[in-house]
């Protein structure tokens, strides 16, 4: 029985180390980008990066907005982010997509993150073989790097 009041003891003092509440640390690490939806989607079968279907069809075509979060210390200036296709992994043609602004995406001043707009076009039929385009965050920016688990972002879509 003597044990019990020992076990309170330490359970008190374990209770009041892990009531610290300095909120005031700042971020220093490195600044990392990353794609939002690959760290909510689980990745693809055999692949290190999420792929999601965009439902495009004869009729008409989709647009998807991929959002990049900014994973570090807000700026005070804007920031632009590239972002690329990356040819290890995509397989429709560059004629049946396009990305808003050449890829270059605006993190706003004082923001955590900014919007990258895709579109696809409408199928060729309806049994048209489906395609995939891999968007990978660039890598030689002097300002950031990418997340190496999150930069990476899949979607299929018929052409």
Do not use: H
Not at 46 to 70: D, I, K, M
Not at 89 to 116: D, E, K, Q, R
Request: glycine share 8%; hydrophobic share 35%; with cysteine.
């Amino acid at each position: 029985m003597k044990k019990r009041p020992v076990f309170l003891v330490l359970l008190a003092l374990l209770a009041l180390a892990a009531c610290n509440n300095n909120l005031d640390k700042v971020f220093d690490g490195i600044t990392r980008i990353e794609f939002n939806e690959a760290i909510l989607r689980t990745n693809a079968v055999g692949r290190t990066y999420s792929v999601t279907s965009l439902p495009n069809s004869t009729t008409g075509g989709a647009t998807t907005t991929a959002q990049l979060n900014l994973v570090g210390q807000q700026r005070s200036t804007e920031s632009t982010v590239r972002v690329l296709v990356d040819p290890n992994g995509t397989t429709a043609s560059a004629s049946s997509y396009t990305l808003s602004n050449g890829g270059n995406v605006t993190i706003p001043a004082n923001s955590s993150f900014g919007s990258l707009t895709m579109t696809v076009g409408r199928a060729t039929s309806s049994t048209a073989a489906t395609g995939t385009v891999v968007l990978v965050i660039d890598s030689t920016s002097a300002d950031f790097t990418p997340s190496q688990n999150y930069k990476r972002l899949g979607y299929s879509f018929r052409q």
